[in-house]
């Protein structure tokens, strides 16, 4: 496939399938993305696998339908560059840059998938031209964990950035990975996100989340430690 106004040459990509069929009717559909190396490579990677066996029932018609209860199994593997894949994202006016690795296993079946593994990205530059924003140093940890003895599985996220000039920003916590069981803790100390010869900010925070995602409790305080417009360069 190729990207039309993409820097990027087209790239090689292998789809590649198995239906597999047993005696008692049940089955699976075995899926393997494999792009080429000069494909990762332009892309910024060293590593890229997809793959995923999809568990199947054959009904008396013999054609296949998705088996929920089956046995599901899936891993995605990518270690490289974020520029690359960051510039295939309609996002024009915003940058990101660093290293990136990610490694995620699905278990459980198609009703209750069972995620666990983890993304790691480090030393990355965030910046968005239209606001003026510019985020150094940012590291990133998140860590998938399966539920066990029938509980759900757990979501560990490490979070840090700066800015360049000393300030600091830091998300650190868990939750349930349904959304529940929330305990987040975010900080921030002088903080300064902007890079504008109009608007100068200085922030610090301490916030938490509790609850859920469909109904969060969040409590903290907001400091403008300094914030300055600067009319005649408007």
Request: with cysteine.
């Amino acid at each position: 496939s190729s990207l039309p106004d993409a820097w990027l040459q087209p790239m090689n990509l292998t789809l590649g399938g198995k239906l597999e069929r047993d005696s008692a009717g049940g089955g699976a559909l075995a899926l393997r993305l494999t792009p080429d190396q000069a494909t990762v490579a332009a892309l910024g990677g060293t590593e890229c696998r997809v793959e995923a066996r999809l568990p199947l029932l054959f009904g008396a018609d013999g054609l296949p339908r998705p088996h929920m209860q089956g046995p599901l199994q899936a891993a995605v593997r990518w270690n490289g560059a974020v520029a690359p894949l960051w510039s295939l994202l309609p996002v024009a006016d915003q940058r990101l840059a660093g290293r990136l690795a990610l490694a995620l296993d699905v278990g459980g079946t198609l009703e209750t998938p069972a995620p666990k593994g983890f993304v790691r990205m480090d030393d990355a530059r965030y910046e968005n031209l239209t606001l003026g924003v510019l985020l150094s140093a940012i590291n990133l940890r998140l860590d998938l964990e399966e539920g066990r003895a029938g509980t759900l599985g757990l979501a560990r996220l490490n979070l840090a950035a700066g800015d360049g000039q000393g300030g600091t920003a830091r998300i650190t916590g868990q939750g349930r990975l349904d959304g529940s069981q929330l305990d987040f803790k975010a900080t921030v100390d002088h903080l300064r996100p902007l890079r504008r010869r109009d608007v100068r900010v200085a922030l610090s925070a301490q916030a938490s989340v509790a609850g859920s995602a469909t109904a969060p409790e969040v409590r903290g305080t907001l400091t403008v430690n300094e914030g300055l417009v600067l009319l005649n360069n408007l």
